[in-house]
């Protein structure tokens, strides 16, 4: 009897470590999510940063993106969403950040300066006041686990494509894992979608009236 009480508890053991987890739609959580990055396309500042609001009433201001090496010993911030002003987001409505010189940039609300690179590194979404407070970060390519992605770094896109999140539906998958919540895809003619209007790009946050931030919050709505 002993030993079929043993044999039992070690099946009933093995089968909870093997079973897959649920996965967490990003919708259940509210927030900001990244769901699209490119590291390069034709030129090599051809990137862009994907946001896309994952619940209603979301506010970006607060955050910013970071970049950090693959090695993760170096931290530049890439864009202060201070930026984009105080607006409050719908579920679905997307923030495109570009670097600055590629070709991205004429549809971006806000863009970076210096590249980042595309065999492995690491984006993260995080309180621009409390660098602690994560709301989401993608690292790929050859990223350790000090550059800050969540689980396994995803596969490094080839030029002509992307790191693309997954979805159920209309919602992000978010496991926490990026290897698994990302996959790599051609790159789109325009990440946004078309028809879309061009806004002209932010390059660095600096103090605006209050004229210059009720145009970049009506150019977020039409994004949205």
Known sequence: MKRLASAVATIYTLTIFISPARPVLAAEVGGLRIAALATGGVSAQDEYLLLESTGDGVDPSTLEVVYRSA??????RLVDLAAVGASSLHAGSKILLANGA???AALAIATWSDGIASTGG???LRDRTDATRIVDALSWGSAVAAAGGEGIPAAAPPSD????RVRSGDALIDTGNNASDFVVVRTPEDPLGTPLPVPTPIATPTPRSEEHTSELQSRLHLVC
């Open 71 to 76: 090695s993760g010993l170096t931290t530049r």
């Open 122 to 124: 690491a984006v993260i």
């Open 102 to 104: 590629g070709r991205y």
């Open 161 to 164: 494509s992307i790191l693309e």
